[in-house]
């Protein structure tokens, strides 16, 4: 080859390398983007958000606050978000559906916070609601999965009551306009809806560990951007840290970026249990208490299997990927 040809054939080469390879670097430093609806269990996120622990541990992070769960859900089903906070249940059938995920961190199990809500002469006599609407968040959801345990504990089966999909930020309203005469929701619409007059028919913490609260992120987000996942559960452990060593500043910051009175974020934060990293690397471990992600989750998995919405068993060691929480216990320890 002559040397006129070679030296410009060397040049493109290189040029074609350092795009490729500026392309590659521009990939990694595009920020994680995370779906989270208006819940006091999840604003422990925007506490790592403004104290700057994402940060601080070199992670790029983007929040994006939607109203309702359902809105959370479709932008990360649709693939807009590599990953989105959500309710365990819904982490086992989205990978039924063929998008696989992964449970990295478990932002809180509720107690006080979701309730079953409704017109206070069903709280002396539970069984009244028979014949009754009652508002869930999707049927086939975790929402209608807790409702119904909730009423078979009362003697009340599906057949008995009618089921209607309704936003849990929407229950107040449905029950003023006499859509439904119960329905399942959170702050900050359970305390207004209280301040209608209403009622707590029933609360989470009687069915505990039922409605479990994850970080989620699509496989390949976690297969191919470790380090940084890896940061951001770090962050959310330092958040979890400041929330309770700076509970008035943390309810302040959380309040303002959910746009809700601190109040409502006080009720909704004392109504949930957030783990700290040693009850977070326990959780992650099978045993045979619903406080274990697969002792639950074997509850949802057959609950779909019964209802025909899975057709084949779910494998949990493809869902839960405890190895983030793993290094940072072991580094702890």
């Known amino acids: 080859m002559k040397i006129q040809y070679f030296f410009p ?3 493109i080469i290189i040029g074609i390398g350092i795009f490729f390879y500026s392309y ?10 995370i779906a989270i609806n208006i819940w006091p269990g999840y604003a422990t996120a925007f506490i790592a958000q403004e104290k700057e622990f994402f940060k601080d541990n070199d992670v790029k992070v983007k929040l994006i606050l939607t109203e309702t769960y359902t809105e959370a859900q479709e932008l990360y089903t649709n693939g807009d978000v590599d990953g989105v906070f959500e309710v365990f249940t819904d982490t086992i ?8 995920s992964q449970v990295v961190f478990i932002a809180d199990y509720s107690d006080t916070a979701d309730v079953l809500i409704g017109k206070e002469n069903f709280v002396l006599d539970m069984a009244s609601l028979k014949g009754n609407n009652i ?15 909730i009423l078979e504990k009362s003697g009340i089966f599906e057949g008995d009551v009618k089921f209607v999909d309704i936003p849990a930020m929407d229950v107040r309203n449905a029950l003023n306009e006499g859509i439904i005469d119960a329905g399942h929701t959170w702050d900050p619409v359970k305390t207004k809806a209280i301040e209608d007059g209403y009622v707590v028919l029933a609360s989470a913490g ?14 390949n987000i976690v297969d191919e951007r470790q380090e940084d996942i890896q940061k951001i559960v ?27 009175d601190l109040q409502s974020m006080l009720d909704g934060i004392n109504g949930v249990v957030q783990p700290s990293l040693e009850q977070q690397y326990t959780s992650m471990k099978d045993f045979d208490e619903t406080q274990s992600l697969y002792e639950s989750g074997r509850i949802f998995i057959e609950y779909y299997l019964q209802r025909g919405q899975i057709n084949s068993n779910i494998n949990l060691d493809e869902i839960i990927e405890p190895r983030f929480i793993n290094n940072l216990y072991q580094k702890s320890t």
Do not use: C, Y
């Open 9 to 11: 054939i060397i040049i």
């Open 24 to 33: 590659e670097e521009l990939e990694v430093s595009q920020p994680i983007t």
């Open 93 to 100: 059938f989205h990978n039924s559906e063929g998008i696989k």
């Open 135 to 149: 508002g869930v968040e999707g049927i086939n959801s975790f929402s209608h999965i807790f409702v119904l345990k």
């Open 206 to 219: 009687e069915v505990p560990g039922l409605i479990t609260d994850v970080l989620v992120f699509r496989k």
């Open 234 to 260: 770090k962050s959310m452990i330092m958040a979890h840290d400041f929330v309770h060593s700076n509970h008035n500043e943390a309810l302040e910051i959380m309040a303002n970026a959910e746009k809700m």
